[in-house]
């Protein structure tokens, strides 16, 4: 069974560095086609997808937040960590990690962890 | 970017009938196109991927349909479960894009 889950802060301040984790189980990143990749929601509006990050360590980024984020890869531990520069309040959302699953040839994202609510706020 | 749009933003359906949502994209992303649905304060779920191939243990009332532009999500008899937001995504082009999602709400 794959699980995964998000952890990090639940208030930041504005223009501080924010650092999730998402440490996952059931699949090791380590089998071609897997990735885990992040997705956020602001309350009440659409997702957005953030990054990406595959088993060969390639990495995919937002156009419009990539000078901002870095995903990063522990595979021993079993965990992605996602970092976003000077955030702002409309960065507040809840965050997502997910799986991009090999049935689907690392397509999309086919499981999801709960997510973690995220205010920005001095 | 590929824009998707999906409509109606929201829908008001009673148990049993079928309903339909549509989603459409700027330009063509062939069939690689997704739906999920999200229940209040939950993660999105996968249901349907490549436009029609439904997620293993979905039930089989829900349904999707286009290719291209125009996609359709159908669910053939509503169940009290069904009643969330509907998302779609496009997958053939980075940067992944979804639309604004659609909620059923109960009549």
């Known amino acids: 069974q794959i699980t995964l889950k998000e952890s990090g802060p639940t208030l930041v301040k504005p223009k501080q560095t924010l650092t999730l984790t998402c440490t996952f189980s059931g699949f090791s990143l380590r089998t071609s086609g897997e990735g885990v990749g992040w997705i956020r929601q602001?309350?009440?509006?659409?997702?957005?997808?953030?990054?990406?990050?595959?088993?060969?360590?390639?990495?995919r980024y937002s156009?419009?937040?990539?000078?901002?984020?870095t995903i990063t890869k522990d595979t021993s531990k079993n965990q992605v960590?996602?970092?976003?520069?000077?955030?702002?309040?409309?960065?507040?959302?809840?965050?997502?990690?997910?799986y991009?699953?090999?049935q689907t040839g690392g397509a999309l994202p086919t499981s999801w962890g709960q997510g973690t609510l995220l205010t920005v706020s001095s | 970017d590929i824009q998707m749009t999906q409509s109606p933003s929201t829908l008001s359906a009673s148990v049993g009938d079928r309903v339909t949502i549509t989603c459409r994209a700027s330009q063509t992303i062939s069939?690689?196109?997704?739906?999920?649905?999200q229940k209040p304060g939950k993660a999105p779920?996968?249901?349907i991927y490549k436009a029609s191939t439904l997620e293993?243990?979905?039930?089989?009332?829900?349904?999707?349909?286009?290719?291209?532009t125009e996609f359709t999500l159908t669910i053939s008899s509503l169940q009290?479960?069904?009643?969330?937001?509907?998302?779609?995504?496009?997958y053939n082009t980075y940067p992944l894009t979804f639309g604004g999602g659609t909620k059923v709400e109960i009549k």
């Open chain 1, 100 to 102: 991009w699953g090999v």
């Open chain 2, 31 to 37: 069939s690689w196109l997704a739906w999920y649905q």
């Open chain 1, 81 to 98: 960590v996602l970092t976003m520069a000077n955030m702002d309040p409309v960065d507040a959302a809840s965050y997502y990690c997910a």
């Open chain 2, 80 to 90: 009290p479960d069904d009643f969330a937001t509907y998302h779609c995504q496009q």
């Open chain 2, 56 to 68: 293993s243990g979905v039930p089989s009332r829900f349904s999707g349909g286009g290719s291209g």
């Open chain 1, 42 to 59: 602001p309350p009440g509006k659409a997702l957005e997808w953030l990054a990406l990050i595959y088993w060969d360590d390639d990495k």
């Open chain 2, 45 to 47: 779920k996968l249901l």
């Open chain 1, 63 to 69: 156009p419009s937040l990539k000078g901002r984020l």
